[in-house]
């Protein structure tokens, strides 16, 4: 064995020598030598094939049939040898393109590039990734390079790099393994969080995981670890997220994530140690995330819903301790170490279903302590670096609400900072940097204020452009900014004046921190403001038209807009043409009257109604009665026509530099009726609410007013309003003096308030309405000047106008006589030459129930206004109201009919003033949810609202008898009379009710 191994050695050294003494002899030559012949004898070998690049080429050829045989290191005498070639400078001739070269001998240049194994990624897009080209001289470096290059794209799992001779150079090919691609993504077992909440949190997380997206391990990973910590804020800190992998043939995957939500973690007792200045309920309040939820600041179900436990969450509330401690004076307060510790609960046998599950999980029991310190107060307040103001000391106690000794409070310190520095933006000062010291002395527990202040330069307006306004005209927008360009920057003024832009409605809402890019030039002390508007849909067109068996046929158009010609005027056109409403109304207001802030304008109306008492009643009631009230006769109904025509002018002016407004109006309107039955004629004959010589409705009421007012205006916006308020006060005079026949004195009060809600996006609206009316010199207002309530303009849960007094008149009524035996009297009477039998009736004495009108209106609205998405808001809200009579003596019967009724009936003793019932005097209330749907055309919201009446009218109303049972031949007469006009009516207001409108209550 040994002595094999060692010849086997002596065979390799002597091969090596006989290669180290033939590699200066190859090199040497610049061409092969030719191959020997082969001897007598021998076949010749059959010519090479040629060379294809999709085969495998050997690395050298066959040993047992060489084409040409090499020199071997001893020679052999009886074998003629081939001469080898003089070395010398000559070029090689180049090959031919037809003969294949040999292997191992090829040149050192790229033949061909190939790529297999790709699927997807185009072979012209891989060969523009690499920087090797065809015919480009061979270099393992850039190879090497190109095949980074080729994996730093993501895209494949593998890539391998083979190299083989070609014809002329090297055949480079790369054989890669493509990426999977995801086809779906799943989540089996998810409950608490939907997809669409996973996929806001991946794109917030910057997950990058999504389908037709190549599989990278990382990402699937990572997704899993973002779902892990979603579900514990979602209190599934014992959730556990496993991805499976499914492949898809050919190269596709499906990602499965396999979640397991195990229980739900409530936070269970929170046990606040070492507070003794503030009880653990006051402590546990200021832990926005995790107290439990109940009635706020009660004694009893404080702890009725315990909230979900999230330990990222945790650290929040500590903060929120710490400051609730230092708003009240505690500076050094901290909130130290915490404990949580969470155990099972539930799953006994006792359960009661949707009250008491008593389901098992688990609660986290927290255990939080704190280290409250002393209460401090402000000391010493030192300012530095304030040099544009003189005596900065009497500044602090408004700006900040402390003065020295006071409790320190870190509330108000933040209010002040932010006050303080409006207070240098108002003087121009932009870059104002304030930052205070705190020096807290524990012996004597005061804490002394250091404020030092870096004021910066103070900047004054170079130019104010604007961009966006396409309709609207540059001096629309700049006669409402308050500041111009020279001026010192205002940023109070700069901020009212955004406000007086947005209250025009002309453009989306302006935002103080997006509107407007401020560009500062720190040399020359000036700034360049550039405001951005985006136009709203100035005009508003609206046509509509329907037919009704009960409202009749109808056709209608309105157009307005806010912005005629983008000079900021209003135009507005309505029409109306049916057969019950024929209505036209034209108005046009200049809000800068002579380019002065003078707003004047006017508005021409003209209408004419058709009352069927019947059609009327249906449409309030929702039921067809036309046919019941049809027999009754047409003479016994309210049927009428009224006319109206009118116009009105007015003016008012802006106060300087304020949102104030001081105007006048007159107004002119003449109504008449034209009464189409006897029982309307009656009506507005006897029933006119005047006295003797006061005006009736049959000749026609003339009123001409005059209208002083104040307004008062700071909401945001007049479409979408968020934050504000606005005050109307105005009074109405008319009389006979100014032309018409109505003396009467309406004084009436209307506020807004609208302010930012509990959370971003929310808006808490409040409004309040008072009106009163009442005549003078011996006369009162008209029945239609009286107040009627109800609708979604007030009182949302109630009818239109269904809130008024309903009072009883005197008046004649007529009955059939019976006989003893309650039958029908009749005498015969010649009708047309005939003897007919009709019924015998006669006169009787009674009351008719009527809808009087208030003289005296109070409403109170509330809305709290949540923005869901988009123009989509939601609104709960609650109205209040009373509509009542305070001046009874308004109310007389006219003395002719009085008269003429107690002569004909003088046991019945009729009086002048109208019985009023009190009990439809009473404060009517409204509850329920809203939602508000904001129409850019029409520029006002579409509502559906439910709304419950907790404060209603429900009862019987009993008219008083004044029939006397002498004036009747009978009993059955009499007991007849009794159940026809003596009998309770029924006044029973909706409980609830759901409608659908577009306008706003307030």
Known sequence: MLCRRRSSLSALLVCLSWLASQLP????????????????????????????????????????????????????????????????????????????????????????????????????????????????????ETLSRDFMALWNTGRFDDIRMEREPGRSGWLIRFVVTERRVIRSIKYDGMKSITVSEILDRFKERKVGLQVEQQYDPNKVQR????????????????????????????????????????????????????????????????????????????????????????????????????DAYQKRGYFTARVLDHKVDIVDYGGGKFRIPLFYPNRPGKRANLSINVEEGKQYRLGKINFQGVKFFRTPESLFPPIFGMKEGDVFSTEKLRKGMEQFRKVYGEFGFLDMVPEPGFEPNPQT????????????????????????????????????????????????????????????????????????????????????????????????????????????????????????????????????????????????????LFDKPIQAGFTVFYQRFNYDQGREVSLFSGRNLIPLYNQLGQNNLLNYTSNGVGFSVYASTLLKRSFARVGISYNYNKSSIKTLTDAATNYFQYYNFQGLDGPNQLSGIRTTSITPNYSYNTVDHPITPSRGRSLYISTMFAGSVLG??????????????????FKPGHVIGMHFLGRFVTGYGGKAAPPFNRFYMGGENDIRGFNIWGIAPLGFIPTQATINVLNSDGSARLQKVILDGKEQFVPVTQKMPAYQITQLGGDTQGVANFEYRIKIFGPVTLAPFFDAGINRISMKNQLRINASRLGDLNSTFPQAGFRQNVIVDGATQKMRMSTGLELQIMMPVVNAPFRLYWAYNPSRVEQFLQPPIVADRSIFPNAATFNNAVVNYGQPIPFFERARIFRFTISRTF
């Not at 200045?277 to 009725?304: C, Q, T, W, Y």
């Not at 945790?314 to 710490?322: A, P, Q, V």
């Not at 157009?559 to 109304?585: H, P, V, W």
């Not at 018409?740 to 809600?757: H, L, Q, T």
């Open 25 to 140: 002899a190859q090199t040497q030559q610049p061409a092969a030598p030719k191959p020997t012949p082969p001897a007598a004898g021998q076949t010749k070998p059959a010519p090479a094939k040629p060379v294809s690049p999709f085969e495998n080429v050997p690395a050298s050829p066959e040993p047992a049939k060489p084409a040409a045989e090499p020199a071997k290191p001893a020679a052999d005498p009886s074998k003629p040898q081939a001469q080898p070639a003089k070395p010398g400078l000559e070029t090689p001739a180049p090959a031919k393109p037809d003969a294949a070269a040999p292997a191992g001998e090829v040149a050192d240049i790229i033949e061909a590039i190939e790529f297999r194994g790709s699927r997807r990624v185009p072979q012209d897009t891989l060969r523009a990734l690499i920087f090797t080209k065809k015919g480009d001289p061979y270099s393992q």
């Open 223 to 322: 997704a899993a670890n973002v779902l892990r910590e979603y579900l514990a804020e979602r209190g599934r800190q014992f959730a556990t997220v496993n991805p499976d992998l499914r492949q898809i043939p050919p190269s596709s995957l499906e990602v499965d994530f396999k979640v397991n939500e195990g229980p739900k973690v409530k936070v269970g007792t929170i046990t606040i140690e070492n507070n003794k200045v503030f009880s653990d309920k006051e402590v546990i309040r200021a832990m926005k995330n995790l107290h439990p939820v109940g009635i706020p600041r009660s004694i009893i179900a404080e702890n009725l819903f315990a909230k979900t436990f999230d330990s990222t969450k945790l650290e929040e509330d500590k903060d929120r301790t710490r």
């Open 445 to 592: 527990a005061t804490l002394d204020l250091n404020l030092s202040v870096d004021e910066g330069k103070q900047f004054f307006v170079r130019r104010i452009d604007f961009t966006g306004n396409s309709t609207t005209r540059d001096k629309v927008i700049r006669r409402e900014l308050l500041i111009d360009e020279g001026d010192l920057f205002n940023t109070r003024l700069w901020e009212v004046s955004l406000l007086r832009l947005n209250q025009l409605g002309y453009f989306e809402v302006l935002k103080e921190n997006e509107a407007a890019n401020i560009t500062r030039d720190t040399k020359n002390n000036t700034v360049d403001i550039t405001l951005k508007v985006k136009e709203r849909g100035k005009n508003s067109i609206q046509l509509s038209g329907g037919v009704s068996g009960i409202a009749g046929s109808f056709i209608s158009f309105g157009y307005s807009t806010n912005n005629f010609l983008g000079l900021g005027e209003t135009l507005s056109l309505d029409a109306q043409l049916g057969d019950r409403i024929r209505s036209a109304t034209f108005g046009f207001t200049e809000p800068y």
């Open 740 to 757: 018409g026949n109505v003396n009467m004195v309406e004084p009436s009060i209307d506020a807004k308030y609208f302010r930012r809600g």
